[in-house]
């Protein structure tokens, strides 16, 4: 599983609070990246990290905020949270394979904005 | 930036048959193809891969195939069995680590 945690796992707020979700990975990657994954979308891009203060936005970066300060953990923050946020959330990295540069998956935050 | 097209959303078959998953991208600098199967409740998980400098590549029962000039690319999984009952994500990635992802087929294997 590349060493790749997320937290919380699960989490239910409501609209207008910040959230912060946290992923942390054990194998000194340089890339990280934060998708969302919704019904009918497939896997969207949120923010990537190519390294510690590097940062960089994806498809769907409005409403939200990163922020890589070690190269272990990189958050995802929510800072006013909408019910259109209610998602799942995957961190990953990037690592490289026999065949190339490629992307390996966190357990998943599941978050629901009331 | 790179688009990701992929079909059919929904495909169910007999145990034993064939399926096929087909994937379109729009990037002619896209050189790497990953293949993902994510189980209801779980991470996407890689399953196989290719790059663009072949044709074809297999693994036991599954195989994937690149067509660098149509740009598309397929996943064919044959004697499906009911473990292989998930959706699977195709994606693109070329230059500067972003990848890009289709949205998924759910794939149904009937016992």
């Known amino acids: 599983d590349a060493g790749i945690t997320q937290s919380p796992r699960h989490k239910v707020t409501e609209t207008g609070t910040p959230v912060t979700l946290r992923c942390h990975q054990t194998?000194?990657?340089?890339?990280m990246y934060w998708y969302r994954q919704d019904p009918g979308h497939g896997l969207r891009l949120i923010h990537y990290?190519?390294?510690?203060?590097?940062?960089d936005k994806g498809e769907v970066s409005d409403g939200y905020s990163v922020s890589r300060s070690k190269t272990e953990d990189f958050l995802l923050t929510l800072e006013s949270a909408t019910s259109s946020q209610t998602s799942v959330y995957f961190c990953?990295?990037?690592?490289?394979?026999?065949?190339?540069?490629?992307?390996?998956f966190g357990p998943g935050t599941r978050l629901l904005v009331l | 930036g790179e688009n990701v097209e992929q079909h059919p959303s929904t495909l169910s078959v007999q145990e034993g048959d064939s399926a096929v998953i087909k994937c379109t991208y729009s990037?002619?600098?896209?050189?790497?193809f990953p293949w993902y199967k994510q189980e209801l409740g779980k991470r996407p998980q890689l399953i196989i891969d290719?790059?663009?400098?072949?044709g074809e590549k297999k693994d036991q029962r599954i195989a994937v195939t690149l067509n660098k000039t149509a740009k598309h690319f397929s996943l064919h999984i044959t004697e499906t069995q009911p473990e292989d009952s998930a959706v699977y994500f195709c994606?693109?990635?070329?230059?500067?680590?972003?990848?890009?992802f289709g949205t998924g087929t759910s794939l149904t294997v009937i016992p």
């Open positions: 990037d002619s600098a896209s050189n790497y």
């Open positions: 990290s190519y390294g510690v203060k590097d940062t």
């Open positions: 994606a693109a990635s070329g230059t500067g680590n972003q990848f890009y």
């Open positions: 990953a990295i990037s690592e490289m394979n026999r065949e190339g540069e490629t992307q390996y």
């Open positions: 290719i790059r663009s400098n072949v």
């Open positions: 194998e000194n990657h340089r890339y």
